[in-house]
């Protein structure tokens, strides 16, 4: 275990503003935003190597390249996507596409995480999470995304019907290649449910949200433009289980890949059903929790 110092601390809470602040306020954000003059809207993403600042002085890890790259990258891309809201209505996209290329190849393939300890490089996926938000919904401003963390009872609904859809595919397939494997672990109980129910609130906003948020509100909503409907959610579906290639292995995990791109089209189901990441995270958490708690 690693003390929390009070840099760390700060870091940590300057890391979630965005993502809260757009996930629960959307509308305020973007006005907020908004409200800047251009130059300004395009500088301000700067801001968001404060956090790596603050980190790498305080666990003697600092470096000008690291700092550069955290206050440049979310800038560059802001300046994409203010150039691409000004462009023409019958654009192909192909600015989206390069943002969400280097943000899913740096955190899949762990590009910027030898800036942080390793007990901390959550950090630079918050980091990179933040300046997509601040690109494709303050700056671009992309319509259909749904990112909003004020979840609804249908939101609710959606996800976990998408789960009882999901789950006899993947325990079935699981078990039978070997990727699942049932715990003597009991399935009532005040401590496995309380427990269940952390994990699940933590997986929510911290993996499922980013996840979904990237892969169906961005990904395949855009995709949706280009090669329709169901051939977008078949192609996210398989690009999030290629995500998971060096998960839990030094190779390439093709049965991970397998069951996650499974996944995947329940997920983008659940998105597609109102447009909402909420109703996708709530599937992407249960499964995730579920997994982690009886079947890993």
């Not at 440049?72 to 943002?99: C, Q």
């Not at 992309?142 to 595919?169: K, N, T």
């Amino acid at each position: 275990m690693y003390a929390l110092s009070p840099l760390i601390v700060i870091a940590a809470v300057l890391a979630l503003v965005p993502y809260l602040a757009a996930g629960f306020f959307p509308a305020r954000f973007v006005a907020g935003v908004r409200s800047f003059p251009v130059l300004v809207q395009t500088l301000v993403p700067s801001l968001l190597c404060v956090p790596y600042l603050l980190v790498s002085v305080d666990r003697g890890v600092f470096s000008p390249r690291w700092l550069a790259l955290y206050a440049i990258l979310p800038v560059a891309m802001a300046a994409l996507m203010a150039f691409s809201r000004s462009g023409r209505k019958g654009r192909n996209y192909w600015l989206e596409f390069l943002i969400l290329a280097v943000l899913g190849l740096s955190i899949d393939l762990r590009w910027f995480e030898r800036a942080w300890p390793a007990h901390l490089s959550i950090f630079n996926k918050v980091l990179l999470l933040d300046a997509g938000i601040y690109a494709f919904i303050a700056i671009r401003q992309l319509d259909g995304v749904g990112f909003d963390l004020r979840l609804r009872l249908r939101d609710m609904a959606i996800g976990l019907r998408e789960f009882l859809f999901f789950f006899p595919f993947a325990l079935g397939l699981g078990l039978e290649v070997s990727f699942l494997h049932l715990h003597r672990l009991s399935f009532a109980g005040g401590a496995v449910l309380l427990k269940f129910a952390g994990g699940w609130f933590f997986t929510f906003f911290f993996i499922a949200v980013p996840e979904e948020l990237f892969f169906r509100g961005w990904l395949q909503n855009l995709l949706e433009r280009r090669i329709g409907r169901t051939p977008a959610l078949f192609a996210t579906a398989i690009l999030f289980g290629l995500s998971h290639f060096n998960k839990r292995t030094a190779f390439f995990n093709w049965r991970y890949v397998l069951l996650a791109a499974i996944a995947g089209i329940f997920y983008g189901r659940a998105w597609r059903s109102d447009r909402r990441v909420g109703a996708s995270s709530v599937t992407h958490a249960t499964v995730d929790s579920v997994w982690s708690l009886w079947l890993r």
